[in-house]
């Protein structure tokens, strides 16, 4: 048995997944400690399966408490940032673009020294030692607990970064140092800004852990605790103390990954139905395909390994208006039980036309019959071709996939759409969420920059392939349930010399 919970904004959501798949969950509000709101969700569905603490053994958590946290300028520590580049990126310093409000919480601690390196590998210059111990000593005058280290095309070469964070170290022992090399893909100032945040984040990061594990050892939970990233694999719960970033946008991740499990399909559509929008996104062997695109975090452009996910304005707590023809963008949220028609309040809801429709039961129906029969129509209509124009936006090629819809809002459909070649609720869909974290694996990826021809492709494949796999195992991952899911190859063309970006993910099962 293994327990997947998803920790949200609203709603703390534990499912318990065995052999034969969901044996019990639970929904619960999310407290402002997290602890108690875990102990609550995992105790009720540990009850409603009937085991106890010895049957379980591993828990899966997936957050959006870090992502939350930059979002709403709150928990963040002040940042030492250190570019290793000059001569070279000085006309872009660090922080460029950021939001006054973001910068105010991290602070303008900025040095850029000597160093970094060419695309090939070769140097800019040589690390600039003195101009590091010397940013180092003014940050600690200052009182700074945090830094982030970044060189120019250091997932080429991470020796420059990890020399400068030895300096740093000695100047300052107890600084939390976040490197750029072991966060974020190519493009210097989106990993920069990755790096930055992980480091704003890295006192946050050891509290959450510590509530997530006090939360286990309140319940007599003696197992391994993984949490959920944002590519839809785990992270040793360790690791989340050093890199919380990479725990951004699970929460997506983990709802598709857990329809494709419940509904048994790895090629789908999926909708994420909420109170305030819906999450699309696609799958393939039956995990999110990544964007291509930098990804705004809390208004900053960031690398991180990020579903394609398109957020709309429609959920169950969507307002209607003009007689149906409109919904949304704007919603009741978490008051949904509180001001929604069907429910004895005084907003029209798309929830509440679902119930007068009769085809959602939830609330009381009676308190509906005054919509009228047009106003539900038209409401209907308009949901449906919200649904299918964004699903066909989303879609990659011509012929149709099936629609997994999920989330608490799936009540919602219950039509065919026309850019699907069916539609699906899979059972248990309000905590695909949950689902999704407790059947998740463990991955390994490997991204460099290659000069790929035809003589050494096969060879320059195969390595790369053989880290990955690597990576995974070193991750947690049973050496043979790994296997490679993805191969990316994309020419540079700004470069000389013809040279291609490789990337290689490899998943695996854990050993539980």
């Known amino acids: 048995m293994k327990i997947g919970v998803d920790v949200g904004g609203t709603n703390t959501d ?17 407290t402002r400690d997290v602890t108690a709101g875990i ?8 009850a409603e399966a009937g085991i106890g603490p010895a049957a379980v053994d591993g828990v899966m958590i997936g957050t959006t408490q870090f992502t939350n946290a930059v979002i709403e300028r709150r928990s963040l520590l002040p940042v ?25 919480a991290v602070g303008r601690n900025v040095a850029l020294v000597g160093g970094g390196y060419e695309f090939d590998g070769r140097p800019i210059a040589p690390l600039d030692e003195s101009a590091v111990a010397e940013a180092a000593r003014g940050w600690a005058r200052a009182g700074l607990k945090a830094a982030a280290v970044t060189s120019v095309f250091s997932p080429m070469n991470g020796a420059m970064e990890a020399r400068a964070a030895e300096i740093v170290r000695q100047e ?112 393939r062997k039956g ?56 429910f004895g309040g005084d907003t029209l809801t798309a929830t509440d036309i679902a119930v007068a429709g009769g085809w959602a039961e939830v609330g009381d129906r009676a308190l509906v019959t005054d919509v009228p029969a047009a106003t539900v129509a038209a409401a209907r209509a308009e949901m449906r071709r919200i649904v299918e124009h964004n699903v066909e936006r989303m879609k990659t090629e011509a012929r149709d996939l099936p629609l997994l819809v999920v989330g608490g809002g799936a009540i919602l459909v219950d039509w065919e759409v026309a850019t699907a070649s069916e539609v699906v609720r899979p059972p248990h869909s309000g905590v695909a969420n949950a689902v999704g974290a407790a059947i998740a694996q463990v991955a390994g990826e490997v991204e460099r920059v290659v000069a790929i021809t035809e003589a050494n492709r096969t060879a320059v494949l195969d390595d790369a392939k053989q880290e ?45």
């Open 14 to 30: 534990a499912v318990i997944v065995g052999p034969q798949g969901v044996a019990g969950w639970n929904k619960t509000p999310t």
């Open 39 to 46: 102990v609550a969700a995992i105790r009720a569905a540990m």
């Open 80 to 104: 030492g940032v250190l570019r290793l580049a000059l001569p070279a990126t000085s006309a872009v310093p660090p922080l460029t673009d950021w939001p006054e409000d973001l910068v105010a």
């Open 172 to 283: 300052v022992p107890d600084m939390a140092i976040s490197l750029s090399s072991e966060l974020g893909q190519f493009g210097l100032l989106p990993r920069e800004n990755s790096t930055i945040i992980n480091a704003a984040l890295s006192d946050l990061a050891v509290r959450v852990v510590a509530a997530f594990r006090a939360a286990l050892h309140d319940l007599g939970l003696d197992v391994p605790l993984f949490i959920s990233q944002n590519d839809g694999t785990l992270m040793r719960v360790e690791d989340v103390e050093r890199y919380p970033v990479l725990t951004f946008a699970s929460g997506p991740t983990n709802s598709m990954r857990g329809a494709v499990h419940l509904a048994g399909i790895e090629d789908a559509m999926v909708v994420d139905i909420g109170g305030t929008t819906s999450d699309i996104g696609m799958l």
């Open 287 to 342: 995990f999110p395909r990544q964007s291509t695109h930098f990804v705004d975090v809390g208004g900053v452009k960031t690398n991180f390994r990020m579903p394609d996910v398109l957020a709309v304005g429609l959920g169950g707590g969507s307002i209607v208006r003009d007689e149906g023809r409109r919904i949304g963008p704007d919603s009741v949220g978490y008051e949904l039980t509180e001001r929604a028609l069907c």
């Open 468 to 512: 990955a796999c690597g990576n995974a195992i070193r991750a947690g991952a049973t050496e043979g349930s790994v296997e490679v899911i993805e191969v990316e190859q994309v020419p540079i063309s700004y470069l000389p010399g013809n040279p291609s970006r490789l990337r290689v993910k490899a998943v695996g099962n854990l050993p539980i």
